[in-house]
């Protein structure tokens, strides 16, 4: 191959790296704002499911069950309200959505959780915690 031609084309593989990197990083300081297609529709289901599980934990007869709920949201139980638990909710849906939509295509790894603080995420699920016959989920097999 003439060296020009080489050339050429490290220079066009150069810009193509440059441009994906400079639209990571633009995806990255306006989250949500530069989100494929698929992960807008499902982002556009995020308030009814907040609405559907935060109704179930408020309408839950067993306390030590919301206690721990709240919790994982990061509330006090003292000043929760049906807004205040859907719409904490609601923000973990979206960014968990988020930062799925940010991996590149062909990446099968588990999604995170929606609580980074859960002491749960310490735990080695793939170890057999699981019942037997039971698979392991992740959103992106949706």
């Not at 300081?29 to 556009?44: C, D, E, P, R, T």
């Not at 009814?48 to 206690?67: N, P, V």
């Not at 509330?75 to 929760?80: A, K, M």
């Amino acid at each position: 191959m003439p060296p020009s031609r080489q050339r050429v084309q490290l220079e066009r593989k150069l810009v193509k790296k440059s441009v994906k990197l400079a639209l990571e990083d633009m995806k990255e300081n306006y989250a949500g704002s530069l989100l494929s297609a698929h992960a807008v529709k499902i982002s556009s289901h995020a308030p009814d499911l907040a609405k559907s599980i935060s109704g179930l934990i408020l309408r839950s007869d067993d306390h030590a069950f919301q206690e721990e709920c709240f919790s994982l949201l990061g509330l006090q139980s003292d000043s929760v309200g049906m807004d205040i638990v859907e719409n904490r909710i609601r923000e973990k849906i979206v960014s968990a959505i988020e930062f799925n939509d940010r991996k590149p295509k062909g990446y099968r790894h588990a999604a995170p959780s929606l609580f980074q603080d859960d002491l749960l995420q310490q735990l080695d699920y793939r170890s057999g915690a699981y019942d037997e016959g039971e698979e392991d989920f992740s959103f992106m097999d949706c």
